[in-house]
């Protein structure tokens, strides 16, 4: 069973930076497509950014530039790195891995932007 749990979420004012992580059990870390994603309140779950076991990365439109994401294999973690948060960041932030046909959720992280 793979489970994975995210913290370093918070609040943190417009403009500011704040770096999510998220440690992953199991052995299939490394092999992996690992991803974060978010969900503001009365919205769907959105895609953030998302990395390969080959750590090729992806980015949605909306965080380009500001958001970076990375992984370590050593320690089984991702992380999101966020600058230049804006207020419409605000969400929970959920971390994902895609293994062949299995898929697995963390709990979620909030963070909040005041403007």
């Known amino acids: 069973q793979v489970q994975l749990v995210e913290s370093g979420g918070g609040l943190v004012q417009a403009g500011g930076s704040l770096r999510v992580s998220c440690a992953a059990s199991g052995a299939i870390f490394t092999i992996a497509s690992m991803g974060w994603y978010r969900q503001a309140p009365g919205k769907q779950r959105e895609l953030v950014a998302t990395t390969t076991s080959g750590r090729a990365t992806n980015y949605a439109d909306s965080v380009k530039g500001r958001f970076t994401i990375s992984r370590d294999n050593a320690k089984n973690t991702v992380y999101l790195q966020m600058n230049s948060l804006k207020p419409e960041d605000t969400a929970v932030y959920y971390c994902?891995?895609?293994?062949?046909?299995?898929?697995?959720w963390g709990q979620g992280t909030q963070v909040t932007v005041s403007s």
């Open positions: 994902n891995a895609v293994y062949g046909s299995l898929v697995y």
